[in-house]
């Protein structure tokens, strides 16, 4: 650790320090402007399709991603790519299906559909859900710079958990959902550059350039995905396509960190085109993503294997290490840095979002104090963000016993995730579904994810397929011993009578 920390110069250090300034500056530069809860949640409702795009591409790829992902592509190979193929199954059912409920004005949260469609218990429950997984998912990603920063510059994981957790709650603090917003475009742009720039320099130190990285990925069998039927099998072809498509539909349409992106865009047609524009964008910056690891692969087959070498602990260790003994001088302090803004970009929209949750379906639903002011509430919203901060650092160290970055996120994703999918799929498209119905089928989901994933060897990528689909079944049966709902009960709340389109 001591030799690869002195390969990181004052250089390094300064232009560290200098982006994460930028960054810190940005987020707390929009403190100005704020006057209520629509303002400091919804960005005032202003965003355009482009802007809205990228955030919610930012939101899935993050700090995290740009450790992950090419970590995946270097240890087993470019099969998770295909992850992607989801995102063809659930885009088109968020745009067509569940913004056109979501966009109403007076939603704040995707959870308050719920209450209208069911019961204040369920979206109780359903936002207390996303709460703790988020918790979890967030401490995933102030984990990750952690892990970089301790391999590249030896500074403890504690040091930089604390440093990434306490910057991105301050200017998350003040700055709101536009610091969240315009600190993502910013952090897309650099993370996409800065793992572009990487693999074209891997490519250009290996002998044989790009033929010689497809003839290693080959030998060294990278670029297989199973076909097998068995979901014990960690990655195949049908967990990557039907397995994927719920595990995308968890975090683009029930997630409230999405949801509100989406309610930051300034009319329903705009969110739209936003998540059709980042379905464009997804593989090719997916494919850069995954692609730089498979080039790594190759790169240190001809130069000497770190991880087999026990210059690293493990593979989400390789685009640092790759980073600090590879590139020019000034290079790996950006770089680093990039990786840590961007995860404070994705926890700054993560605690946002909590915050959010917690005053919108808890505070002003369960404990009603309509003569609060604008001006208090807005205080309370700063008190909350700055606690769920001071929580996700604590969760922060206990991350690395989930396995990789890359399983710990989707396992996290998943769990809590996929229940909760199929209680919004329940409601949205079965009129039959009653409220006792979806919470026997909430609860039943979530059991036996539960079971899955701790007591069985099933992949994780099947994980949110079967919760939702369990507590879609139980809801539906045990929907039928109960009262159907009354047609005016169901008024915008079911397909057979979603809201009318509108601008």
């Given at each position: 650790?001591?030799?690869?920390?002195?390969?990181?110069?004052?250089?390094?250090?300064?232009?560290?320090?200098?982006?994460?300034?930028?960054?810190?500056?940005?987020?707390?530069?929009?403190?100005?402007?704020?006057?209520?809860?629509?303002?400091?949640?919804?960005?005032?409702?202003?965003?355009g399709?482009?802007?809205?795009?990228?955030?919610?591409?930012?939101?899935?790829?993050?700090?995290?991603?740009?450790?992950?992902?090419?970590?995946?592509?270097?240890?087993?190979?470019?099969?998770?790519?295909?992850?992607?193929?989801?995102?063809?199954?659930?885009?088109?059912?968020?745009?067509?299906?569940?913004?056109?409920?979501?966009?109403?004005?007076?939603?704040?949260?995707?959870?308050?559909?719920?209450?209208?469609?069911?019961?204040?218990?369920?979206?109780?429950?359903?936002?207390?859900?996303?709460?703790?997984?988020v918790?979890?998912?967030?401490?995933?990603?102030?984990?990750?710079?952690?892990?970089?920063?301790?391999?590249?510059?030896?500074?403890?994981?504690?040091?930089?958990?604390?440093?990434?957790?306490?910057?991105?709650?301050?200017?998350?603090?003040?700055?709101?959902m536009?610091?969240?917003?315009?600190?993502?475009?910013?952090?897309?742009?650099?993370?996409?550059?800065?793992?572009?720039?990487?693999?074209?320099?891997a490519?250009?130190r290996?002998?044989?350039?790009?033929?010689?990285?497809?003839?290693?990925?080959?030998?060294?069998?990278?670029?297989?995905?199973?076909?097998?039927?068995?979901?014990?099998?960690?990655?195949?072809?049908?967990?990557?396509?039907?397995?994927?498509?719920?595990?995308?539909?968890?975090?683009?349409?029930?997630?409230?960190v999405s949801?509100?992106?989406?309610?930051?865009a300034?009319?329903?047609?705009?969110?739209?085109?936003?998540?059709?524009?980042?379905?464009?964008?997804?593989?090719?910056?997916?494919?850069?993503?995954?692609?730089?690891?498979?080039?790594?692969?190759?790169?240190?087959?001809?130069h000497?294997?770190?991880?087999?070498?026990?210059?690293?602990?493990?593979?989400?260790?390789?685009?640092?290490?790759?980073?600090?003994?590879?590139l020019?001088?000034?290079?790996?302090?950006?770089?680093?840095?990039?990786?840590?803004?961007?995860?404070?970009?994705?926890?700054?929209?993560?605690?946002?979002?909590?915050?959010?949750?917690?005053?919108?379906?808890?505070?002003?639903?369960?404990?009603?104090?309509?003569?609060?002011s604008?001006?208090?509430?807005?205080?309370?919203?700063?008190?909350?963000?700055?606690?769920?901060?001071?929580?996700?650092?604590?969760?922060?160290?206990?991350?690395?016993?989930?396995?990789?970055l890359?399983?710990?996120?989707?396992?996290?994703?998943?769990?809590?995730?996929?229940?909760?999918?199929?209680?919004?799929?329940?409601?949205?498209?079965?009129?039959?579904?009653?409220?006792?119905?979806?919470?026997?089928?909430?609860?039943?989901?979530?059991?036996?994810?539960?079971?899955?994933?701790?007591?069985?060897?099933?992949?994780?990528?099947?994980?949110?397929?079967?919760?939702?689909?369990?507590?879609?079944?139980?809801?539906?049966?045990?929907?039928?011993?109960?009262?159907?709902?009354?047609?005016?009960?169901?008024?915008?709340?079911?397909?057979?009578?979603?809201?009318?389109?509108?601008?």
């Open positions: 650790m001591t030799q690869l920390s002195q390969t990181f110069t004052l250089l390094d250090y300064a232009v560290f320090g200098v982006y994460l300034l930028l960054t810190a500056a940005i987020g707390l530069w929009f403190v100005k402007g704020q006057r209520d809860l629509n303002e400091y949640f919804l960005a005032g409702r202003s965003m399709s482009v802007i809205v795009s990228m955030t919610i591409l930012a939101a899935l790829f993050s700090g995290i991603s740009f450790l992950a992902a090419p970590s995946e592509g270097y240890a087993n190979g470019l099969a998770f790519f295909f992850v992607n193929l989801g995102f063809f199954v659930a885009t088109p059912l968020t745009t067509l299906v569940f913004l056109r409920f979501y966009y109403n004005s007076r939603f704040f949260t995707a959870y308050q559909y719920l209450e209208e469609r069911f019961s204040v218990h369920l979206r109780t429950l359903a936002s207390a859900s996303f709460i703790v997984r918790l979890l998912w967030l401490a995933a990603a102030t984990y990750a710079p952690a892990l970089a920063l301790e391999q590249v510059t030896g500074l403890p994981l504690w040091f930089t958990i604390l440093c990434t957790g306490v910057v991105t709650t301050v200017y998350t603090t003040f700055g709101g536009r610091a969240v917003i315009w600190t993502d475009v910013m952090q897309l742009i650099v993370l996409f550059g800065g793992q572009l720039a990487i693999a074209l320099v490519v250009a290996i002998p044989g350039g790009w033929a010689q990285v497809v003839d290693l990925s080959l030998e060294g069998n990278r670029l297989h995905v199973s076909t097998s039927l068995d979901p014990t099998v960690r990655i195949t072809v049908w967990g990557l396509i039907l397995g994927a498509a719920f595990m995308h539909l968890v975090q683009m349409a029930t997630d409230q949801v509100q992106r989406y309610l930051t300034s009319s329903l047609k705009t969110a739209q085109r936003g998540l059709w524009l980042k379905l464009v964008m997804v593989l090719p910056v997916t494919a850069v993503f995954y692609g730089t690891g498979l080039i790594l692969y190759a790169f240190y087959q001809v000497g294997d770190p991880l087999a070498a026990g210059k690293i602990a493990k593979a989400d260790q390789i685009l640092p290490y790759f980073v600090v003994t590879q020019p001088h000034g290079l790996p302090g950006l770089f680093i840095a990039a990786i840590y803004a961007a995860s404070m970009s994705t926890i700054s929209a993560g605690i946002n979002s909590l915050t959010s949750s917690t005053l919108v379906d808890f505070y002003q639903r369960l404990w009603r104090r309509p003569d609060l604008e001006g208090t509430q807005l205080r309370l919203a700063r008190i909350l963000t700055f606690s769920y901060g001071a929580t996700v650092i604590f969760l922060a160290f206990l991350v690395e016993k989930l396995g990789t890359l399983e710990a996120t989707n396992k996290v994703i998943s769990l809590i995730g996929g229940p909760l999918i199929g209680l919004f799929l329940l409601g949205m498209l079965s009129a039959r579904a009653t409220a006792r119905g979806a919470l026997v089928g909430w609860i039943s989901g979530l059991v036996v994810t539960l079971w899955i994933c701790f007591g069985t060897r099933v992949s994780f990528l099947w994980y949110a397929f079967v919760g939702s689909v369990v507590t879609i079944a139980i809801g539906m049966i045990v929907s039928l011993f109960d009262q159907r709902p009354a047609d005016r009960q169901l008024d915008g709340l079911t397909w057979a009578r979603r809201p009318p389109p509108s601008d």
